[in-house]
């Protein structure tokens, strides 16, 4: 008996559509769930607050996509973060190791390490949107890494003080930058209130700035927002 | 029954058969009508209601239910975000929808470019093959459009209805956009149905321009959709809440122009596969051998112009990615190394039988020419080429394995294939399988010729050392790759290609002169392929197809639980990135329902050529609108 060739060409077109499906099963199956927020208590200690980082940095954070934790050999597209907080005491001169860790998380495009580009992105902003207290637990999470742990819910930065917390650098404000990693931030000031971690919907991102048409490399490195550290 | 009289049997039986039907549909109308009377709610007796006493319960009822309708009344009106679609969900039905109108959007826009193209070869070459060549593909257009509108209709009632929320804000940044895309697609339509049915009636010249403004308005629709779909992906133009503050830097966002440069090349290379496989089925059908080479040949230029786009489609893909990286370096690492990296896995399965499936065809084409063919000698070493080219690419940089295996290797990297994983070797696997298509065409090319010129020796020199030269510079930058910094590694990628794409269009440049004027020592008999060589042709469109629906995928998933990245906030319940094993599903599914569609046009379109229905057997039977005209009218109309 002859099969029509309709009735071939339809076999064919179900052979070549399940073979491909199936090629889907085959690879590793994960469903990938929007971050869950992190509600960070007033009263944390440092402890917890290394412990909270951790996770946000394993979850909402998205720090491990670019980041790496241990891997010796090469190619590196990012930074490894093992030992970070031993180089990030001697990155910057004037710098805390505290200092640094949030330039590079609220400004990351005002240092690149040698021999990386930029692509670090604004982590405070959507897509990833930490809030400031999120931020000073990625950070206690970081000084782990190599050091002590030393920030509190009421460490100020340069680029946010806690409710009650004296700005970094004014009179009465707790450890200057440089002590503030050996000594931790003043636990004199009262807790901050709640603070709850935000949606990171909640706050719409600044888009980053179109460069020419056709961005080369170099230009897009150049344009602010874009890169990282 | 099954003789002379059998018909008439049929229609008496036929003729008992209604009545009859009728009485006994009225007797069950009935029937259904006093079981009904019979069940009928009863209301049980009450007391007159003059005579019954008001009870405190009947005053509490009448007082709630004034209540309910007081508050009803006063409930404001409030958006809704979102709304739910039976049985798949919202985002699946938007899923299929979109992809289904993006699928027949590719082939209305694809098949108009290579069929001018076509056409002009044939005003230019006086060859009406190629007239004729274009027409049939044209052919394909008028059903195709109308499914197009018609899934463009139902995705955009399916976005107000099932994401008012997320709709309404695509449209306040928009708005500008969406007057001249609905008078572009007016003028789509006015140019494509007069490029159709003018076909032959107007000058060649005007019906090449009316070519012309269908392309240039095509492009200009899928320009401006591809706005809102890649603002999606990379918004600009906005305030950090949202707001609009240049709608032209949000048309101009980082993806746009790299989308329209991919989207149009890859619409050709689907086009003409789908162009190819129409042929293939109609060469399977053929039953003449005029046919047969008719289709053969249209099934030659349609693959041939899905694989000339195919191969730069790559470099394209490149510049995406560049500026998904430019845009945002988490955007760019999620593609390539969070949830979306296995699905590359994939990609990599479809490029790699894309690459085989379309240099077996060109082999098998090796044989429609007359005699021996001694350049059919080098197929096994291309073909050795291409697999292991195919192997790397579709090598995994970790390997799921048991815990044991894990350990074995020390991680999930396989200690040798691990090499072949990393973007080093997938980049040269690319550009060797690119490099070693072309060579398959050119031997194609050549088949049952010989250079006469003077300079042929020093021409396939040339043509050899600069392939040879471009192989080399693959390669030895693919392995360089793996001893620098990811800064330079990046960076090898641009020589790679250009190195590849010099040597296309040098060695094409050479060959052009070099076969004018050629011995020939054979004839192409087109359509003197086998059957299977038509079957490869429709392979190739399901994997175009499929391959179409998977990076679609790649590119809307991408944004993960964002509607707009970083600006909207996906909160339904399907903001979650599904498996990849849920996503080929649906791809599928998708895949098979626009080949059951496009068959109904391949058979709609081949009603065109079918003689028209006639009463009685016994009279000749004539195509409508050939102008021919039935004996019996011959002598009033005076024509024979």
């Known amino acids: 008996m002859t099969i029509p060739h309709p009735l071939r060409v339809a076999a064919l077109v179900f052979v070549a559509t399940g073979f491909y499906t199936y090629v889907g099963q085959m690879v590793p199956q994960k469903e990938v769930l929007p971050p869950q927020e992190t509600v960070i208590a007033a009263n944390l200690t440092t402890d917890e607050m290394v412990k909270v980082g951790q996770e946000i940095m394993n979850g909402k954070g998205l720090c491990f996509t670019c980041h790496t934790l241990g891997k010796t050999e090469g190619p590196f597209r990012f930074p490894d973060l093992s030992g970070v907080d031993t180089r990030a005491k001697m990155r910057k001169p004037g710098y805390s190791d505290v200092d640094y860790f949030a330039e590079t998380i609220y400004e990351p495009n005002a240092f690149i390490v040698p021999g990386f580009n930029p692509g670090m992105p604004v982590i405070n902003k959507p897509p990833i949107g930490l809030t400031d207290q999120e931020i000073l637990c990625v950070i206690a999470y970081l000084q782990t890494l190599g050091g002590t742990p030393t920030v509190t819910l009421q460490t100020s930065t340069k680029y946010y003080t806690p409710a009650g917390a004296a700005p970094p650098g004014a009179p009465g404000a707790g450890p200057a930058p440089a002590a503030a990693s050996g000594a931790g931030a003043a636990p004199t000031a009262p807790p901050a209130a709640g603070a709850p971690a935000t949606a990171p919907g909640g706050t719409p991102a600044a888009a980053p700035p179109k460069a020419a048409p056709g961005t080369t490399p170099a ?7 874009k890169g990282t550290r | ?24 549909m009225f007797a069950a109308v009935i029937w259904m009508a006093s079981q009904l009377m019979n069940r009928e709610y009863k209301e049980p007796y009450r007391a007159p209601a003059s005579a019954a006493d008001a009870t405190p319960r009947e005053a509490g009822v009448n007082a709630e239910r004034a209540a309910a309708e007081t508050k009803a009344k006063a409930t404001p009106y409030a958006e809704v975000e979102y709304r739910a679609f039976p049985v798949v969900g919202s985002r699946v039905a938007i899923w299929a929808v979109a992809e289904l109108h993006l699928l027949f959007a590719a082939f209305v826009l694809a098949v108009p470019i290579f069929a001018f193209i076509i056409e002009v070869i044939g005003y230019k070459t006086g060859d009406m093959r190629y007239d004729r060549l274009a027409y049939e593909f044209t052919k394909l257009l008028s059903t195709s459009f109308s499914l197009t509108a018609t899934f463009g209709a139902a995705l955009t009632f399916m976005l107000i209805i099932l994401y008012p929320k997320f709709t309404n804000y695509l449209m306040s940044v928009f708005s500008p956009t969406f007057l001249p895309y609905i008078l572009l697609f007016f003028f789509e339509a006015f140019f494509l149905y007069t490029y159709y049915y003018g076909w032959g009636k107007f000058h060649p010249l005007v019906h090449l321009g009316l070519g012309l403004g269908l392309n240039l308005v095509g492009t200009g629709i899928m320009m401006i959709a591809n706005a809102w779909v890649t603002f999606m992906t990379s918004p600009a133009g906005i305030s950090d809440q949202g707001a609009v503050l240049s709608v032209w830097d949000a048309i101009y966002n980082y993806t746009w122009m790299p989308i ?54 790559p470099f394209a893909g490149y510049y995406l990615a560049k500026e998904i990286y430019a845009f945002s370096q988490t955007l760019g690492l999620t593609m390539m190394g969070g949830a979306f990296s296995w699905l590359f896995i994939v990609q990599a399965v479809l490029i790699g039988n894309l690459f085989l499936a379309a240099n077996y065809y060109l082999w098998l084409g090796m044989g429609r020419v007359e005699g021996r063919q001694p350049l059919q000698r080098f197929i096994k070493y291309l073909l050795a080429g291409v697999t292991i080219c195919f192997m790397v690419w579709a090598t995994p940089r970790s390997i799921i394995a048991t815990v044991s295996e894990l350990r074995a290797m020390g991680g999930s990297t396989h200690p040798i294939l691990g090499y072949f994983g990393v973007m080093s070797a997938k980049n040269t696997a690319v550009n060797i399988l690119i490099l070693t298509t072309f060579m398959s065409f050119l031997l194609y090319r050549r088949t049952g010729k010989i250079a006469a010129v003077t300079w042929a020796k020093k ?49 094409t440049a050479i060959d052009i002169f070099l076969f004018r004027g050629a011995n020939k020592t054979g004839e192409v008999q087109w359509g003197k392929m086998p059957a299977v060589s038509q079957y490869v042709l429709i392979f190739i469109a399901v994997t175009f197809t499929w391959l179409m629906g998977l990076m679609g995928y790649i590119r809307s998933g991408l944004r993960q639980h964002w509607h707009v990245y970083g600006v909207i906030r996906d909160t339904s319940v ?14 599928s599914v998708t895949v098979l329902l626009f080949f059951l569609l496009i068959g109904f046009v391949f058979w709609l379109t081949s009603l065109h050529d079918k003689p028209d229905f006639e009463r009685q057997t016994n009279k000749p039977r004539l195509r409508h609108g050939s102008g021919e005209v039935p004996p019996e009218l011959a002598g009033e109309t005076g024509r024979a």
Not at chain 2, 265 to 280: D, E, K, P
Not at chain 2, 475 to 501: C, D, K, M
Not at chain 2, 574 to 587: C, E, K, S
């Open chain 1, 219 to 225: 230009a897009a490195q150049a344009a602010p927002a």
């Open chain 2, 1 to 24: 029954m099954m003789n002379g009289n059998g018909g008439t049997l049929n229609r008496k039986m036929l003729f008992i058969f209604g009545p009859v039907t009728g009485v006994v």
């Open chain 2, 260 to 313: 329209n440069i991919h989207r149009f090349i890859a619409n050709i290379a689907f086009g003409g596969s789908v162009a190819g496989a129409y042929a293939a089925f109609k060469f399977l059908q053929a039953e003449t051998d005029e046919e047969r080479a008719h289709y053969d040949w249209m099934g030659y230029i349609g693959n041939f112009v899905a694989i000339s786009a195919f191969l730069p489609l």
């Open chain 2, 459 to 507: 021409g396939h020199a040339a043509q050899l050392l600069i392939f040879a030269a471009a192989a080399i510079i693959v390669v030895s930058l693919g392995v360089y790759g793996y001893f620098v910094e990811a800064t330079v590694r990046i960076g090898l990628s641009v020589p790679q290609v250009s190195s590849v794409l010099f040597a296309m269009v040098s060695i």
């Open chain 2, 574 to 587: 399907d903001a979650f990135t599904p498996t990849i094993g849920f996503a080929t599903r649906v791809v």
